[in-house]
């Protein structure tokens, strides 16, 4: 049973049981699917779980002959969206309709929470996997693919297909570059263009750059999220001097840094 006063999927405290059975009357022999279907009301039935709802605040997550009553009051945007057998555990994803985010709920196999999180990411791409289901109504189901923006030094730049951005170290795997949590990409900032991504001295590093000619230096932490930036004129020392650090030519006037500077790019770090 999921409940509370807030009935906010991320607070665990709102999760306190199911009531489980094996049937009575949901899926016996002498109960169609069509039954199922039309009395209970289809959510998904997508994998080896699929989930039903049969008023507001009370749905059913039915694998077989088992099935698990939940109760859980749409609320501020929240519902439940996806039920699944993992690997012998359950998970229930939901969605918030309001902010667009997703959180999972993993438990074990009699139904018991154990761990929650939200899933962004890969993560929410191996839950559309793991659910087969299309939860961000993309056309794509998982496996997501990338396309790459650039990949020189030791952090490649991609996007997906839907333009948002991630950051892929040489030996990692691609981590969602975002702002407050919120994953951004080509199309978050009218006018700017994410160009590269790098680690300079053990920080992480974005670069973008303005229609106008302007380069916005991003400072983001270990998960690649943003902390501060600076904002350097086209053509600047400051902007040519990023150049040089990250051997790149963003301004396309074909040289890289200053023509005046001789030297090989260096990594010491940014004024």
């Avoid at 902390?227 to 030519?249: C, Q, Y």
Wanted: proline residues 2%; aromatic residues 12%.
């Amino acid at each position: 049973m999921i409940d509370g006063p807030t009935n906010d999927a991320t607070n665990s405290d709102n999760l306190t049981g199911f009531n489980s059975g094996q049937g009575y009357g949901l899926e016996q022999s002498n109960i169609s699917q069509n039954q199922l279907d039309s009395n209970y009301g289809v959510i998904e039935e997508a994998g080896n779980t699929s989930l039903h709802k049969l008023w507001p605040g009370n749905y059913f997550a039915v694998n077989g002959y088992s099935w698990n009553s939940i109760d859980f009051n749409d609320h501020d945007g929240w519902s439940i969206v996806g039920a699944e057998q993992v690997n012998y555990a359950n998970q229930l994803v939901f969605e918030n309709s309001v902010s667009g985010k997703f959180y999972i709920h993993n438990l074990d196999r009699y139904w018991n929470y154990v761990s929650g999180d939200w899933l962004t990411g890969a993560s929410f791409y191996q839950a559309e996997s793991d659910f087969g289901q299309d939860f961000d109504n993309d056309g794509v189901i998982g496996g997501n693919s990338y396309t790459t923006i650039e990949s020189k030094g030791s952090v490649e730049l991609q996007k997906d297909s839907a333009g948002l951005i991630y950051a892929k170290p040489a030996n990692g795997s691609s981590d969602d570059i975002t702002t407050s949590g919120q994953h951004v990409g080509v199309n978050t900032y009218a006018g700017w263009s994410p160009v590269a991504a790098e680690t300079i001295n053990g920080q992480n590093k974005v670069i973008w750059t303005h229609t106008n000619g302007t380069m916005a230096e991003w400072d983001v932490d270990s998960n690649w999220d943003w902390t501060k930036n600076n904002f350097h004129t086209a053509g600047s020392a400051d902007f040519l001097k990023i150049e040089t650090i990250f051997g790149m030519d963003f301004n396309n006037d074909g040289v890289v840094g200053s023509q005046g500077d001789l030297s090989s790019p260096t990594l010491e770090p940014l004024c």
